[in-house]
């Protein structure tokens, strides 16, 4: 598809297999008018994530910093978000009813236009879906629904890192944490032991979870009770 675009020009361009999760590449947002003109830049593209990239020894890269993709800032990045075993059901979806857990994830992923809000992937080959985030008070040993965000499948196992272990995906899942952050492997590594560590330690106590943030999308009065929720 790519070669049909570019036509014969197509070794003027920086078009490489795909490239692999690494903070020295920036992602770009490029709408389809302007894609010509990206790769003149210099800009690389990646077909099977199917984003375009800045990279990092790039001369003149400021020339392609308008397309650079705006995602969160370090504060709001992603991060790791693990919910204690003792918590039961683990899934939100599973306090509400069928068509009320839809209706709230389609609603989620279209306020950020069907697209991960943290690596910016969309498509058929990363589809968007809804993941909670929470807060974890290991004082009072309440866990809090704070946010749901659209995820890309591959930013949803980061957030939920054990799952990546369980299926032999733990390296790859690392690279894209370090990747979307913009931090070095190892750190990412670090960052994704750490969690495993507190992860374990908090899975020794109760908790009770507090859904409030749900009065957002009218649904506080549609939530299955059990006996942990406040």
């Known amino acids: 598809m790519l070669s049909a675009f570019l036509g014969n020009n197509m070794t003027n361009y920086n078009v490489i297999l795909s490239v692999p999760p690494n903070p020295y590449f920036t992602p770009l947002v490029?709408?389809?008018?302007?894609?010509?003109?990206?790769?003149?830049?210099?800009?690389?593209?990646?077909?099977?994530?199917?984003?375009?990239?800045?990279?990092?020894?790039?001369?003149?890269?400021?020339?392609?910093?308008?397309?650079v993709a705006r995602g969160r800032s370090q504060k709001n990045a992603l991060k790791i978000n693990l919910l204690p075993t003792t918590v039961k059901p683990a899934a939100l979806r599973w306090y509400l009813e069928t068509d009320d857990?839809?209706?709230?994830?389609?609603?989620?992923?279209?306020?950020k236009g069907d697209r991960c809000e943290f690596c910016g992937g969309a498509g058929r080959d990363q589809p968007s879906q809804c993941s909670e985030v929470y807060t974890i008070d290991d004082q009072s040993k309440i866990v809090t629904l704070s946010e749901l965000v659209s995820v890309c499948r591959a930013c949803y196992i980061c957030l939920h890192i054990d799952q990546a272990d369980g299926r032999g995906i733990w390296h790859a899942q690392v690279n894209h944490?370090?990747?979307?952050?913009?931090?070095?492997r190892e750190m990412a590594n670090q960052q994704?032991?750490?969690?495993?560590?507190?992860?374990?330690m908090r899975s020794e106590c109760e908790w009770a979870l507090d859904l409030d943030h749900l009065a957002e999308y009218g649904l506080q009065d549609?939530?299955?009770k059990t006996g942990l929720i406040l």
């Open 177 to 184: 944490l370090a990747y979307v952050n913009n931090i070095s």
């Open 101 to 111: 857990w839809k209706a709230l994830s389609r609603e989620v992923r279209a306020a």
């Open 192 to 200: 994704a032991q750490d969690a495993i560590f507190e992860w374990n």
């Open 30 to 67: 490029v709408p389809k008018q302007d894609v010509n003109e990206v790769l003149w830049l210099g800009a690389i593209f990646d077909p099977v994530r199917k984003h375009y990239y800045i990279p990092h020894n790039l001369p003149n890269r400021n020339l392609l910093f308008k397309w």
């Open 222 to 224: 549609r939530v299955k």
